[in-house]
């Protein structure tokens, strides 16, 4: 029984490892909707379920196609002492300075984030429907991304050999345990003047929470005995070895409300990001598409895209720096 349990030691599924665990990323799109103005909200309500579910597809890409992890975080702090300072927020101007290679390798996501807005913002002057869903809902997972502390550091999965699975724990184990009792009702959603600069914004707000995260931890970690960190539970028909619920909760008291606060974040930030793409494009009338159902060379898509993540053997892990 010992060498079953111990076998399976890690803390949250493969998939969750890119960003907030699906639960997360699911909650945060669905309640992103009810931000939007009654001009927006029919149409989005009438393809929550979509929103919802999808939320989750970049993540899953991350694993089966080349190129797309890196669209999920961004190393700062590769980048000195005062990054902030020294990176251009443009996506040219940081190549001139730093080659694309460079940040390619420490991660693109406020960059793409831009692209993807801009996509968002042509769907709607087109009124395509399959593609304004596809892109608000891929759209509302970085931007979820964007909000998340770990997302933004080098040492995203801990400092030391001892931190390893901080990631997990914050990101998936926390939102599982406490995110019910969370309060999503963030106000309406309003226009951004730049959603470049919004992006880096929130870059940075993440940032400064990195280190708060790594002196809780340390911490706990420090004060508390070993049988009190770690449980076994069932997942599925699996034991997987994690943080206790012990250990968890002390962990969510000692950051003060900052899960809750970053997901509040993050789901006013992408209600206003998919705001200011329909303002953008001239504020086409949703109310005609409301009922309109996505196209079968949509869902074939979809499938397509489905069996592609479903045929993963091996999942493709960011490597963590030693």
């Known amino acids: 029984m010992l060498l079953a349990t111990t076998v399976c030691l890690v803390l949250l599924p493969h998939l969750e490892s890119f960003s907030f665990g699906f639960a997360a990323h699911r909650k945060i799109n669905r309640m992103a909707v009810f931000t939007l103005p009654p001009e927006m909200v029919g149409f989005f309500k009438h393809h929550i379920e979509y929103i919802t579910e999808r939320s989750i597809d970049p993540d899953r890409r991350a694993h089966a196609v080349v190129g797309e992890a890196q669209r999920h975080y961004i190393d700062i702090d590769h980048f000195g002492e005062n990054p902030f300072e020294i ?20 991660g693109i996501l406020p960059w793409h984030v831009d692209i993807v807005m801009n996509r968002l913002t042509r769907a ?3 009124e395509d429907v399959d593609r304004i869903l596809y892109h608000a809902t891929h759209l509302g997972h970085y931007i ?3 909000c998340t502390p770990l997302h933004t550091t080098y040492y995203y999965n801990g400092r030391t050999p001892e931190q390893r699975g901080i990631h997990a724990l914050w990101e998936s184990r926390l939102v599982e345990l406490y995110a019910d009792s969370y309060n999503f009702f963030v106000g309406r959603a309003e226009y951004i003047e730049s959603p470049l600069d919004r992006a880096w914004e929130l ?25 009190l960190i770690y449980a076994h539970e069932m997942r599925g028909q699996s034991t997987l070895r994690t943080y206790s619920r012990t250990f968890s909760h002390a962990m969510h008291e000692a950051m003060n409300g900052m899960v809750e606060r970053q997901m509040r974040r993050a789901v006013k930030s992408v209600g206003d990001f998919w705001y200011t793409a329909w303002v953008n494009a001239g504020q086409p009338d949703l109310y005609k ?14 499938e397509r895209e489905d069996r592609q993540y479903n045929r993963i053997e091996t999942y493709q892990e960011r490597p963590t720096p030693q």
């Not at 009922?291 to 898509?301: E, P, V, Y």
């Open 87 to 106: 990176m251009p927020r443009r996506w040219e101007d940081a190549v001139e300075k730093f080659t694309e290679d460079t940040l390619q390798r420490y």
């Open 124 to 126: 709607f002057m087109d």
């Open 144 to 146: 979820s991304d964007l």
């Open 203 to 227: 870059v940075e707000e993440s940032h400064l929470k990195v280190d708060t995260i790594y002196m809780v931890f340390d911490s706990l970690m420090t004060h508390m005995s070993s049988d």
């Open 289 to 302: 598409l409301e009922t309109r159902a996505i196209s079968a060379a949509h869902r074939r898509q979809l």
